[in-house]
């Protein structure tokens, strides 16, 4: 499969290759290119001239062709792909030479210009700047040119249209499914792509595992841009997935180092007011300047997670002067309990607020000796969200098990999952999450983890009495604020 470009093409391209795997391939012109000229970035490619590109595709396919069997015989052409030869200048694309002698068939995607000028703003047209009869001459040149496959190769050729949703630049890929399965019926595909209603009471609900923030940020940011939905809503349009739940393995390494230096510094400066309880937003601001726009008329916000788990009071004949000793007592008058839970949207916060707490609760219980932890939450934004709440819960599990130990010396550290009703991807960020997996997925940004000190059992005290005598806590603190 060849010239698969395009955010919801490559997605498709990827999940078809994952379900059959040996027998199909995806092959990404610009990544070939890119690996034959020896460059790390898209925008570097902006040095060579179309001539130059040719060549270089041409190459990088015959490259990945040689691992290829000769039973793979289907060539995938984009409908309104081009070249980027200098900033802002395109050339019309071109089907890659090297697969000529190597396919029996080709299926030619179309679509049209008003399909194309429909979609969001940030879709690739809006943002070359091209008109619509600009477009239209793309898309007549490409059709030219995949119509020359069929002339000078005798191959034969088939026109599919595809789909675009508007605010949503995801490609409807089930008529090119469909069309794959009449060649190759034997082919596998997923319900996201085969016609196949993909409605919650349809389909399980999926599991997203990773033993790593980041992985996990990643995993999940790929499944809501190719299963989710376009939404509006009040933060701003979004692409959503439901009822998610993201499983993250281990509990220890739960810093996301990806977008370091900056998510690194607000998982901690986050940590360090949560360890406060404060309701100020002024001091929540001093995390990131993101909770100033969510106070009420009083200056206040509702979602400090650490107010709820160690300053919140609860009645005093449970035992405990705050939620986290509820759940340390719970656990430990039985190892089996079923009420160790956390509690964070509560009755007082049903009012016009406009910090509605996306946590609803964590309950932590123990399972073959080992310490685990399941938050529910109503929303997750996979960016700015995911990963300091399952860094916090984790850190939670953590410090948990840190006092349970006395008790249970053979306790172990579980996970951490959080099931999360609706999860995002925001408009606003798109471009965020797309540099992040392009760092990942196609210029693979090796990952250096960043493990926090393990927790023990004085950085309770520490958290209580707004000390630095544990490591962990200074490690905190160095990272939030420098000192």
């Known amino acids: 499969m060849g010239g698969a470009g395009g955010l919801g093409k490559t997605s498709f391209g990827k999940a078809?290759?994952?379900?059959?795997?040996?027998?199909?391939?995806?092959?990404?012109?610009?990544?070939?290119?890119?690996?034959?000229l020896n460059?790390?970035?898209?925008?570097?490619?902006?040095?060579?001239?179309?001539?130059?590109?040719?060549?270089?595709?041409?190459e990088g396919i015959e490259r990945a062709m040689r691992n290829i069997s000769d039973e793979i015989r289907l060539l995938l052409l984009d409908g309104h792909y081009a070249v980027e030869t200098e900033p802002r200048?395109?050339?019309?694309?071109?089907?890659?030479?090297?697969?000529?002698?190597?396919?029996?068939?080709a299926l030619h995607l179309t679509t049209t210009p008003d399909a194309l000028l429909s979609v969001r703003q940030l879709d690739q047209h809006r943002k070359r700047g091209l008109s619509r009869d600009q477009i239209q001459d793309e898309l007549d040149h490409n059709e030219t040119e995949a119509k020359t496959l069929e002339q000078t190769k005798g191959i034969p050729l088939r026109s599919i249209p595809i789909a675009l949703q508007q605010l949503n630049t995801r490609w409807d890929m089930s008529a090119v499914f469909s069309t794959l399965q009449e060649l190759v019926p034997e082919l596998q595909g997923s319900d996201a792509f085969n016609g196949k209603s993909t409605s919650m009471t349809d389909r399980p609900y999926p599991v997203i595992r990773a033993d790593n923030i980041d992985r996990l940020v990643v995993e999940g940011a790929e499944y809501i841009l190719r299963n989710g939905r376009p939404i509006?809503?009040?933060?701003?349009?979004?692409?959503?997935?439901?009822?998610?739940?993201?499983?993250?393995?281990?509990?220890?390494?739960?810093?996301?180092?990806?977008?370091a230096p900056q998510a690194i510094t607000y998982l901690c400066r986050e940590f360090v007011e949560y360890f406060k309880g404060t309701l100020e937003a002024k001091e929540m601001g001093k995390a990131s300047s993101f909770w100033l726009h969510l106070t009420d008329e009083n200056g206040r916000i509702n979602s400090n997670c650490g107010y709820c788990t160690f300053k919140q009071p609860i009645p005093e004949s449970s035992g405990g002067n705050n939620q986290f000793e509820w759940v340390i007592a719970q656990l430990r008058k039985n190892?089996?309990?079923?009420?160790?839970?956390?509690?964070?949207?509560?009755?007082?916060?049903?009012?016009?607020?406009?910090?509605?707490?996306?946590?609803?609760s964590a309950q932590f219980f123990i399972e073959q000796d080992t310490l685990n932890c399941f938050v529910s939450s109503r929303s997750t934004d996979v960016l700015f969200g995911l990963p300091y709440d399952v860094g916090y819960f984790s850190f939670l599990n953590e410090l948990l098990l840190a006092r349970l130990r006395e008790h249970y010396p053979k306790l172990q550290l579980g996970s951490t999952s959080m099931h999360s009703t609706f999860t995002q991807v925001y408009d606003l960020n798109r471009q965020k999450v797309m540099a992040l997996l392009t760092d990942v997925r196609r210029y693979h940004k090796k990952r250096t983890p960043l493990i926090?000190?393990?927790?023990?059992?004085?950085?309770?005290?520490?958290?209580?009495?707004?000390?630095?005598?544990?490591?962990?806590?200074?490690?905190?603190?160095?990272?939030?604020?420098?000192s």
């Open 16 to 36: 078809l290759e994952d379900a059959n795997p040996g027998r199909v391939k995806l092959l990404n012109c610009t990544e070939e290119a890119m690996r034959s």
């Open 335 to 360: 190892p089996d309990s079923r009420k160790a839970i956390i509690n964070f949207n509560n009755a007082e916060h049903k009012t016009p607020t406009r910090d509605f707490p996306c946590v609803v």
């Open 232 to 259: 509006q809503s009040r933060v701003g349009d979004a692409i959503q997935a439901y009822n998610v739940t993201y499983h993250f393995d281990g509990s220890r390494d739960r810093v996301h180092v990806l977008r």
């Open 452 to 482: 926090m000190p393990a927790v023990e059992s004085g950085t309770y005290d520490d958290i209580m009495n707004g000390t630095q005598k544990t490591e962990v806590a200074r490690w905190i603190h160095e990272y939030a604020y420098g």
């Open 89 to 105: 200048k395109f050339e019309p694309g071109c089907y890659p030479i090297a697969l000529q002698d190597k396919i029996d068939t």
């Open 39 to 58: 460059v790390e970035n898209r925008s570097d490619l902006h040095r060579f001239s179309y001539e130059e590109k040719l060549t270089a595709v041409n």
